[in-house]
């Protein structure tokens, strides 16, 4: 049996599912165009309000008005970091400005260029999603549990990670040709995946990376500098440890409900991305708070992600009054992040240990 939702062979797809989504695309066929003012905007907000609550929470002393500023410094950073996602999917030559702007307020500062998040491409690849070559995805729903907690660990050491990559693994991989391609393969990925190694295309940026890479060590050269020499208590550098691991936690987290994560390894089609894709219901504005930049969609953002975040709730709504209420999109469809985690949660209680795959080299 096959069917828009379904194929005979796992990560084949049929004409039906072709005529289906190229139905969908003819619905939102205005959602596609980028509004740069809308990103500018957006991220210039986001670090107007992050950065000055960031430096109330590192003031020295413990107060009330300094968890609030924790709080707060934490969400809007989470979102002016969540641009990287839209990079990702630009292209070195769209908006390249806003581009070089976000490296230079957000990247480099929180020493996550976008060039490690570059391999995002990979996760969308229909021969890659789901298997060992996506970076970006686990089978968590798929059993043990522990490999829920065994991911959830990761947040505490990305930042320690981080500045060994930046520190050491910078100036290190310059000694050498193979060591820089080393670097770059294994130790520059923004991924989930422990076991991910990426492909360096022949047109990669690589003039361009290096310049970020060499920003990035000048900026923990400088955050340990300046405690080395007594400008600011040592303190502070563990609460920039803390700000930095609620940050990544956030994404952490939010992560947990992008998709379903019970495929083992399999190929899977572009209609069965989406089905093992997730949206959020919930709150609007709680929602918008932990799911920023429309990663609430995530499931139209599979099908089709070349719609820019600021046009997905307008597509959403487009199709929830279109299609069938059986139609493959609806199935995406979780009232709210505890009951996308339940899922997830009784999918890895059922489900037996999968293949190790996401632990050996793509």
């Known amino acids: 049996m096959t069917g828009p939702g379904r194929t005979a062979i796992p990560g084949q797809a049929t004409a039906q599912q072709h005529a289906w989504i190229a139905r969908m695309r003819g619905l939102i066929a205005d959602?596609?165009?980028?509004?740069?003012?809308?990103?500018?905007?957006?991220?210039?907000?986001?670090?107007?309000?992050?950065?000055?609550?960031?430096?109330?929470?590192?003031?020295?002393?413990?107060?009330?008005?300094?968890?609030?500023?924790?709080?707060?410094?934490?969400?809007?950073?989470?979102?002016?970091?969540?641009?990287?996602?839209?990079?990702?999917?630009?292209?070195?030559?769209?908006?390249?400005?806003?581009?070089?702007?976000?490296?230079?307020?957000?990247?480099?500062?929180?020493?996550?260029?976008?060039?490690?998040?570059?391999?995002?491409?990979?996760?969308?690849?229909?021969?890659?999603?789901?298997?060992?070559?996506?970076?970006?995805?686990?089978?968590?729903?798929?059993?043990?549990?522990?490999?829920?907690?065994?991911?959830?660990?990761?947040?505490?050491?990305?930042?320690?990670?981080?500045?060994?990559?930046?520190?050491?693994?910078?100036?290190?991989?310059?000694?050498?040709?193979?060591?820089?391609?080393?670097?770059?393969?294994?130790?520059?990925?923004?991924?989930?995946?422990?076991?991910?190694?990426?492909?360096?295309?022949?047109?990669?940026?690589?003039?361009?990376?290096?310049?970020?890479?060499?920003?990035?060590?000048?900026?923990?050269?400088a955050m340990l500098g300046v405690g080395a020499l007594g400008v600011y208590p040592w303190t502070r550098l563990l609460a920039l440890y803390a700000l930095a691991c609620y940050v990544i936690g956030l994404n952490w987290v939010r992560n947990l409900v992008a998709h379903t994560y019970q495929n083992t390894g399999q190929p899977m089609s572009h209609l069965e991305q989406l089905t093992d894709s997730i949206t959020i219901e919930g709150v609007p504005v709680l929602t918008e708070l932990f799911f920023p930049l429309g990663l609430r969609y995530h499931a139209l953002h599979h099908l089709f992600p070349g719609i820019p975040y600021h046009n997905l709730g307008r597509a959403h709504r487009r199709l929830m009054r279109s299609l069938p209420p059986d139609s493959p999109y609806h199935r995406t469809l979780r009232p709210g992040f505890w009951a996308a985690v339940r899922e997830l949660w009784r999918n890895a209680r059922r489900g037996s240990a999968a293949p190790p795959w996401h632990l050996q080299a793509a």
């Open 31 to 221: 959602c596609f165009q980028r509004n740069p003012a809308i990103y500018w905007l957006d991220l210039l907000a986001c670090v107007a309000i992050g950065y000055p609550a960031a430096m109330i929470y590192l003031a020295p002393g413990i107060s009330f008005m300094q968890g609030v500023a924790f709080v707060v410094a934490g969400l809007a950073l989470f979102r002016a970091g969540t641009f990287i996602h839209e990079i990702a999917h630009m292209g070195k030559d769209t908006m390249r400005t806003f581009q070089v702007a976000w490296n230079l307020l957000c990247g480099v500062p929180m020493l996550m260029p976008s060039f490690l998040y570059d391999c995002h491409i990979d996760h969308h690849a229909i021969p890659h999603y789901g298997t060992r070559r996506d970076g970006e995805y686990l089978p968590l729903g798929a059993g043990p549990v522990r490999r829920i907690f065994a991911y959830l660990a990761q947040i505490l050491v990305i930042p320690l990670l981080a500045v060994i990559r930046f520190l050491i693994l910078t100036p290190v991989s310059f000694l050498h040709p193979k060591l820089r391609r080393l670097v770059l393969e294994r130790f520059s990925s923004y991924v989930m995946n422990p076991g991910y190694r990426r492909r360096l295309p022949p047109s990669a940026p690589k003039r361009w990376w290096a310049v970020l890479e060499v920003l990035c060590f000048l900026r923990v050269c």
